[in-house]
């Protein structure tokens, strides 16, 4: 069959998708050249927040109606399959097959039932083993840089998050696969890899996190390496000094805060205090002088006051993030969150959050004007200049790069080029190859 694969969500699911389709094309099935050519659509799907899950029902709705005009397999994966299982068929009975996030290694069963015609496939099972997917078996995508997932599901609890449902408890992968992998990664002429996980700092595949990173770091031909994402409660001394120390590790951290009130850190579970996030911030002292700092924010949360709020607003004039990413509070099934009271006006949520994204686009406008003048190095993320003349770059502490080249001169593909900056707006610097 000719299938074609709609991903949504992080990095996490990005990867899943390149697992998803390698396992297709071992069973035979080629990639189609776009919708209409395409007798299976699977849809890789995030839960996360209620704007994404509409996006995905949204899509269905869609191609309901393209079941109706021709032959057409349609299967869910990923969050939304595992959070919702066998109700999706409720809300849409069009679909043929769900696969849960544990269970992706089974699509060619799911597949090979549905095209026999079993109606209703599922398979949501917790497969606890489904971290140790051969790395191999992944298609990769034309990407400047490799995933590795080196950490599976979360055990922490905050009380607005689906993840320890839809991805279930953590599962690590031995320290020696990941090495083993990012080898191979390297072999195929990657240069930068990020790590993955819904906690990846939490690592205890056989060493601490810190040491898979310098253990990674010792492989030849390996530049750059990054890691996504950080729980504050497991941001260790060892692993600042690894950020700070090792030149391979990207000068980029994101450490998801959440609030600035301690009254709403408590509520959304979080387990730490604003001081506590803030001792663990110290410990990047002394770290690169390019270190990038990124983090998340939820606004809105049940029973957030303008005095919570402002507090929020405290922390980020403070800490002077370079980039934040910040969200109107999405109840989620299933999650403790919601029996808290929600009462703030939808309108008043948005004004919080308008107010809190204004601020930070001054901030991240103010840390990449800095820039403008350096010269630096930037990995090329694209094969061919975009519209308007300019490569895609990006440099080691995650700043896009508009960059141009002297007409004619084609730039290095997944390679660092020398640049210097020219100019910058806040979402994006401008540069020119050297």
């Known amino acids: 069959m000719k299938y074609l694969i ?45 704007k994404a899950v509409h996006k995905v029902y949204s899509e269905l709705g869609w191609l309901r109606e393209e079941k109706k005009k021709r032959p057409l397999l349609v299967g869910v994966a990923g969050c939304l399959a595992q959070q919702e299982q066998a109700a999706l068929f409720k809300r849409a009975p069009h679909i043929d097959f769900v ?21 209703r496939v599922i398979d949501t099972g917790a497969y606890l083993d489904n971290h140790l997917f051969p790395p191999e078996t992944a298609r990769r995508g034309s990407s400047a840089k490799a995933l590795v997932t080196i950490i599976e599901g979360c055990d922490h609890a905050c009380t607005y998050c689906v993840v320890p449902t839809t991805r279930g408890p953590e599962r690590h992968r031995p320290f020696q696969d990941v090495v083993a992998e990012v080898r ?95 001792e663990r911030l110290g410990y990047l002292q002394g770290g690169p002088a390019d270190l990038c700092l ?4 939820i606004v809105g949360f049940p029973g957030e006051t303008e005095q919570d709020f402002e507090a929020t607003l405290a922390l980020l004039e403070q800490v002077r993030y370079d980039q934040s990413f910040s969200f109107i509070y999405s109840p989620r099934p299933g999650t403790p969150a919601l029996r808290l009271k929600d009462d703030l006006p939808h309108a008043e949520k948005l004004r919080r959050l308008t107010r809190l994204q204004a601020r930070q686009t001054e901030l991240t406008l103010a840390s990449n004007q800095k820039m403008v003048g350096r010269a630096l190095k930037a990995r090329i993320e694209t094969e061919a200049p975009l519209e308007g003349g300019h490569w895609l770059a990006r440099t080691a502490n995650w700043k896009n790069v508009h960059l141009m080249a002297p007409a004619g001169r084609r730039l ?22 050297v």
Not at 212 to 226: M, S, Y
Not at 294 to 297: E, H, K, L, N, V
Not at 412 to 433: C, K, M, Q, S
Request: one cysteine or more; hydrophobic letters at 40%; glycine letters at 8%.
């Open 99 to 119: 696969l849960g996030t544990m269970a992706i290694q089974q699509l060619p069963a799911l597949v090979e039932r549905a095209r026999a015609g079993v109606r």
């Open 184 to 278: 191979g990664l390297v072999a195929q002429g990657y240069r930068e890899v990020e790590l993955l996980g819904q906690n990846v700092n939490s690592f205890q595949g056989g060493c601490s996190f810190a040491e898979l990173l310098d253990r990674v770091a010792e492989l030849d031909g390996l530049e750059w390496i990054r890691f996504t994402t950080s729980h504050p409660m497991n941001f260790t001394p060892a692993l600042a000094r690894t950020l700070a120390r090792n030149p391979k590790v990207a000068p980029f951290l994101h450490l998801p805060v959440q609030s600035g009130s301690d009254a709403v850190l408590r509520r959304m579970r979080r387990e730490y205090t604003v001081a506590q996030y803030l």
């Open 412 to 433: 290095p593909f997944r390679e660092l080029v020398d640049i210097r900056v020219t100019g910058a707006g806040p979402h994006f610097l401008r540069a020119e190859a």
């Open 6 to 50: 709609e991903t949504w969500g992080c990095q996490m699911n990005s990867h899943d998708s390149e697992k998803l389709e390698g396992l297709l094309l071992e069973q035979g099935h080629e990639p189609a050249a776009g919708m209409e050519d395409a007798e299976l659509v699977l849809l890789n799907t995030c839960s996360i927040r209620e």
């Open 294 to 297: 990124s983090t998340d924010f």
